[in-house]
């Protein structure tokens, strides 16, 4: 499997990476959190640990660390507008449940 993004969402982390000197990539990754068990997290990567998983598209890399990579492969990370608001939206296949506040999910 793969951790992908939509053309939104490569335009999108592009300009963050424009934004960030040294940037190597999107880090993306998930965090124990909430009443479910994860959050993900998502930040410009400036250093290349030996045990990330890199995904690369469209000549972006997406880097997994090894503890996030069960929890997120297969997510497709998208970038969409609703009315005023942008935010990434990730379809994670592996999500069996999530908080009603939408902030952390669990895997099954």
Do not use: H
């Amino acid at each position: 499997m793969a951790v992908t993004l939509t053309p939104a969402a490569v335009d999108r982390v592009r300009q963050y990476l424009s934004q960030v000197p040294g940037a190597t990539g999107l880090r993306f990754g998930v965090r124990k959190s909430g009443c479910t068990g994860f959050a993900y997290v998502v930040d410009v990567a400036t250093d290349a640990p030996a045990g990330d998983t890199v995904f690369e598209q469209d000549g972006v890399a997406v880097r997994v660390d090894a503890d996030s990579l069960p929890q997120v492969d297969g997510t497709q990370i998208d970038w969409v507008k609703q009315g005023l608001n942008q935010l990434f939206v990730f379809r994670n296949p592996k999500v069996s449940a999530e908080c009603g506040c939408g902030e952390s999910f669990s895997t099954s």
